[in-house]
């Protein structure tokens, strides 16, 4: 199974922060579960294959969200404070 999930944001800082910020959770993954999530311009791109079971597939989508919604509600946090 693959899935390519793609984020369109303001501006390209903005993308580049979150796609930083989703970035290390990528790093250590099970065997045949593989996550490498970009930057282009002002969208993120998470390129997922997962050859586990379909539970295993879902739950790394949401963990991906989750992850991502953090990260977006951080950067709207540090943003008010400047």
Do not use: W
């Amino acid at each position: 199974m693959e899935a390519e999930i793609t984020l369109k944001y303001k501006d390209a800082k903005d993308a580049e922060a979150v796609a930083r910020a989703v970035s290390p959770d990528n790093i250590k993954t099970p065997p045949g579960l593989s996550i490498k999530t970009t930057s282009k311009g002002n969208k993120v791109v998470t390129h997922i294959e997962c050859k586990r079971k379909i539970p295993t597939f879902i739950a790394t989508i949401d963990d991906l969200l989750f992850c991502v919604s953090t990260a977006e509600k951080t950067l709207q946090i540090a943003k008010k404070r400047i």
